[in-house]
């Protein structure tokens, strides 16, 4: 009898093994492989089961969640979607993640190990915690009015603080409510479709993911180039440039569109925009050294995240001196995100200094306690602080005396480049007109914003568009909003 119960004993620890082993296998070893399953709705049940966490901008939320009563339980609500939609992205029970609400998903979901107790915890036990909140940088106020002054038309704006890199705002026009893709329903799957399918592409995020011909904001790079390398040494002393000027190993002639740039100085050239001027300086200075003072200022950075992946700004590496020369103006295969160019004014505001960009401030659980700061780069010097204040004086006189008089804001100094981007085949797309600027108070040497504009429609005559006159008082109305 006493064998038989020994026999029996055994066998049923060896179950017992059996079934812990098991257990482990498909909670821990091939957990993620169920979850991700299609066939598996357990994961997207329990997901929907509570309300997701908020992104917050200024300190309230413009995210929220709604009881559908369905099996997937909570959809995702906006507060002024299309708005908010360039910074928030969407969050889709069919569609998926995009933006911040992708980049924190986890933080936003309850499944972040962060959020837990104890580190495994909520892996082991499959439970949720509530979902945490998202404070970004953005200034609601600068967001309003970028949206504004874009009023629909093809564009984006991006605006920084110089000093610490917060993204103060974000807009990309036209734009769409992410309130059409919550839910599970068919109207979600009509709105998908006829937003995919939008010749005005409204989803796509022209403030990170597009890159655009940056024509000739892109010469405060060149003139920084120009001053580092020792080219010219005095911004006030006359040139040695001709007008027109040949591009190098070819016979087209470059121009300009405004007299007064053969033999000007670089302080007047910068004020008239000569394209002859800095094309011929980027040829002197060099392709090593174009190339290098242009990837200080962050182009060809494959890994900038805020924490949303930012397309690559390009400056060619590879290029013969007439490439050079027209790149050194802003066209040929130069391109920049509207994010980059507001890095370029943030780094001569800032004296030199490049602080990286990021979107988020902290992230915080469902009770307001801290989980983690955002992510921060370290600064970097692009330039030296005499340069960044030649830089400084340069742009101060465009806006004063220049075509960037239309971002004039009484009582502050201002300092802006316009631009004018040719594109497309032959050059016979609508150009693209830009303004870069940067804003401080006249008894304070901090600078408060840096703002870049880019608009893609601008409602004028093709020979009237302009940078300043276009772009400029969008960049003037947001930073206007950044000071009250």
């Given amino acids: 009898m006493t064998r038989a119960i020994r026999h029996t004993a055994a066998f049923s620890f060896l179950l017992l093994v059996a079934l812990l082993v098991n257990a482990v296998r498909v909670q821990l070893i091939e957990a993620d492989g169920y979850n991700a399953n299609p066939a598996n709705r357990r994961a997207s049940i329990v997901r929907y089961a509570q309300p997701r966490g908020t992104v917050d901008v200024g300190g309230s939320p413009v995210t929220g969640s709604r009881d559908?009563?369905?099996?997937?339980?909570?959809?995702?609500?906006?507060?002024?979607?299309?708005?908010?939609?360039?910074?928030?992205?969407?969050?889709?029970?069919?569609?998926?993640?995009?933006?911040?609400?992708?980049?924190?998903?986890?933080?936003?979901?309850?499944?972040?190990?962060?959020?837990?107790?104890?580190?495994?915890?909520?892996?082991?036990?499959?439970?949720?915690?509530?979902?945490?909140?998202?404070?970004?940088?953005?200034?609601?106020?600068?967001?309003?009015?970028?949206?504004?002054?874009?009023?629909?038309?093809?564009?984006?704006?991006?605006?920084?603080?110089?000093?610490?890199?917060?993204?103060?705002?974000?807009?990309?026009?036209?734009?769409?409510?992410?309130?059409?893709?919550?839910?599970?329903?068919?109207?979600v799957s009509d709105a998908w479709r006829r937003l995919n399918r939008s010749e005005r592409q409204p989803m796509l995020n022209r403030a990170l993911r597009q890159t655009y011909p940056p024509g000739s904001v892109f010469k405060v790079v060149t003139a920084t180039?120009?001053?580092?390398?020792?080219?010219?040494?005095?911004?006030?002393?006359?040139?040695?440039?001709?007008?027109?000027?040949?591009l190098p190993g070819t016979h087209t002639s470059l121009g300009n569109p405004a007299p007064g740039c053969e033999h000007a100085s670089l302080k007047e050239a910068f004020r008239l925009s000569c394209n002859t001027v800095f094309a011929r300086l980027g040829v002197d200075v060099g392709l090593r050294e174009m190339a290098g003072t242009a990837e200080r200022f962050g182009f060809n950075d494959r890994g900038l995240r805020i924490p949303s992946p930012v397309v690559r700004s390009t400056f060619d590496t590879r290029m013969d001196p007439a490439q050079l020369a027209l790149s050194s103006i802003g066209q040929y295969d130069t391109a920049a995100t509207p994010l980059q160019m507001a890095m370029v004014a943030a780094a001569v505001a800032n004296d030199g200094q490049l602080t990286p960009p990021h979107l988020v401030d902290k992230v915080t659980d469902a009770g307001g306690v801290l989980v983690a700061a955002g992510e921060r780069r370290p600064t970097q010097e692009v330039m030296n602080p005499a340069t960044a204040e030649q830089l400084q004086e340069m742009m101060t006189e465009v806006v004063a005396h220049g075509s960037g008089r239309p971002a004039a804001i009484d009582g502050f100094t201002v300092g802006g480049k316009t631009g004018t981007a040719q594109h497309g085949e032959r050059n016979e797309g609508m150009p693209y007109a830009w303004f870069v600027s940067w804003v401080r108070n006249k008894d304070n040497h901090e600078p408060v914003a840096a703002v870049a504009v880019v608009v893609e429609d601008a409602e004028a005559e093709r020979e009237d568009i302009s940078g300043g006159g276009s772009a400029g008082p969008i960049a003037r109305a947001v930073m206007a909003a950044g000071l009250r």
């Fill in 225 to 246: 180039a120009a001053l580092e390398s020792g080219r010219v040494r005095d911004i006030d002393a006359p040139l040695d440039l001709p007008d027109p000027y040949t």
């Fill in 68 to 187: 559908s009563g369905g099996r997937l339980r909570y959809e995702r609500t906006y507060t002024e979607g299309p708005l908010y939609a360039p910074v928030t992205g969407f969050s889709s029970q069919l569609y998926g993640t995009s933006l911040i609400e992708h980049a924190e998903d986890g933080i936003l979901a309850g499944t972040d190990g962060r959020l837990a107790l104890f580190p495994g915890w909520g892996r082991l036990t499959g439970a949720l915690r509530p979902g945490g909140r998202v404070e970004t940088t953005i200034n609601p106020a600068m967001q309003r009015a970028a949206y504004r002054g874009l009023d629909g038309r093809k564009g984006a704006v991006a605006a920084v603080e110089p000093r610490t890199g917060r993204v103060l705002a974000l807009v990309s026009s036209p734009s769409y409510d992410p309130n059409e893709l919550s839910g599970n329903g068919a109207s």
